[in-house]
Nanobody, 128 residues
Framework: QVPLVEFGGGSVQAGQSLRLSCAVSAYTYNTMGWFRQAPGKEREVVATIYGLYGPSGGTAYADSVKGRFTIAQDNTKKTLYLQMNSLKPEDTGIYYC????????????????????WGQGTQVTVSS
């Protein structure tokens, strides 16, 4: 098990911002991602960052967060970030950091089963 520890969740008003962090204690992974799970719903992908060690790296976002959220990776600090701007009530949920893609690529169509390691989650609540 690879420790992934999320920080930065909280309660905000709609339109405000939050930045989530995920500390990776051991390695810098080629592909990482953020997922979220709302009450009564399945865990869904929010954003992924991939190809850190190759020529075809990039980021991918769920349509619902494009233009509002930004995923980034600081390898010197071994930290993954998710900057969330213009938050909406429908962004409410538990946000999870994930590492190690189990297939060729893990983009915006990723599922929970596509990643091997998970953090414990951090709650984000957006009120209207």
């Amino acid at each position: 098990q690879v420790p992934l520890v999320e920080f930065g969740g909280g309660s905000v008003q709609a339109g405000q911002s939050l930045r989530l962090s995920c500390a990776v204690s051991a390695y810098t992974y080629n592909t990482m991602g953020w997922f979220r799970q709302a009450p009564g719903k399945e865990r869904e992908v929010v954003a992924t960052i991939y190809g850190l060690y190759g020529p075809s790296g990039g980021t991918a976002y769920a349509d619902s967060v494009k233009g509002r959220f930004t995923i980034a990776q600081d390898n010197t600090k071994k930290t993954l970030y998710l900057q969330m701007n213009s938050l909406k009530p429908e962004d409410t949920g538990i946000y999870y950091c994930a590492a190690v893609c189990l297939r060729a690529t893990c983009g915006a169509n990723s599922f929970e089963s596509d990643f091997r390691y998970w953090g414990q989650g951090t709650q984000v609540t957006v009120s209207s």
